[in-house]
């Protein structure tokens, strides 16, 4: 597939169906996450997989909660998804790359930092993530995990303290969803509503 098509056919996907994803698309979209830039090339990453229905399962409990027991059509449409991608970001290995003697910098002080490139890079491994999916035929989608959730998923999972989850990818084969487009409804901005060259 030609990338601007791929590019025009990601869409958030919050419907699949009960067919699963080869081990070899998931093994692709993990490959194509960590070409993703990362600032000194520091790779503060790691993807917690989960495709075995037990786990996707202690998954939506650890970070859902009570919602699921009345869960809405957002959550029932997701949790049909045979696969859950982790993304998680480590902030201490872009400090400690920083404070390395090639960089220049002798401490590693966060303030040095104008915005956290250890999730803004994370984003963007889960952003290839996405695409690919797109590329494999396949539909995912990009949500978060609600902050007051994250112990407990980190308990569940076994996760470090030092990586924290920036999000979660459901991967699967894509189905129709009946109803409201929801966000999509709304359309997207124009280029030339969002584009500024040279000035405001």
Known sequence: MEFTDVVRRRRMVRNYSTEPVS????????ANA????????SQGWAFLVLDA???IDRFWASTMGGDLEAPDSWLRGMQTAPVIVVPLSNKAAYLD?????DKGWT??????WPVPYWDID?????LL???TAVDEGIGACFFGVPPERVDTFREEFGVPAAYRPIGAVTLGHRTEHVGSRGSAARGR???EEVVHRGHW
Do not use: N
């Open 53 to 55: 229905p037990a786990d």
């Open 129 to 131: 993530m996405l695409l």
């Open 107 to 112: 401490d590693r002080d966060e303030a040095r």
């Open 34 to 41: 960590i070409r993703a830039p990362s600032a000194g090339f």
């Open 122 to 126: 994370t984003g963007m491994a889960s």
């Open 97 to 101: 790359r920083y404070a390395e003697s």
């Open 189 to 191: 901005r124009p280029v």
């Open 23 to 30: 081990r070899d698309v998931v093994d692709r979209v993990l």
